[in-house]
């Protein structure tokens, strides 16, 4: 069974800065690709910032330039440092990740999620 855990969420005022976690554990073969999705009250989830299994990065333009992703791949791990945050950056931070283990290739997996409330 594999599992993503997120960590980092909270309360921050505008400006401030999060760096959040996401550790995945389990029978892992391989990833081939992890990141954030967020999800806001009453709106759609969205991609926030991915490693993708290309090799290369998404990150949504709304983020570009105050948001990194960054990840330690030894660890199974990957971060969103998450700079001069904005009220519309308050959402629920998911990790997800496309996970092969011995008997499943290509699982998509999901995190419980993380809060992120940023005040004006």
């Known amino acids: 069974q594999v599992q993503l855990v997120e960590s980092g969420g909270g309360l921050v005022q505008a400006g401030g800065s999060l760096r959040l976690s996401c550790a995945a554990s389990?029978?892992?073969?391989?990833?081939?690709?992890m990141g954030w999705y967020r999800q806001a009250p009453g709106k759609q989830r969205e991609l926030v910032a991915m490693?993708?299994?290309?090799?290369?990065?998404n990150l949504a333009d709304s983020v570009k330039g105050r948001f990194t992703i960054s990840r330690d791949s030894a660890k199974n791990t990957v971060y969103l440092q998450m700079n001069s945050l904005k009220p519309e950056d308050t959402a629920v931070y998911y990790c997800?990740?496309?996970?092969?283990?011995?008997?499943?290739?290509?699982?998509?997996?999901w995190g419980k999620g993380t809060l992120v409330t940023v005040s004006s």
């Open positions: 389990g029978s892992i073969f391989s990833i081939s690709a």
């Open positions: 997800n990740a496309e996970v092969t283990t011995k008997h499943f290739s290509g699982m998509d997996i």
């Open positions: 490693f993708t299994s290309g090799g290369g990065t």
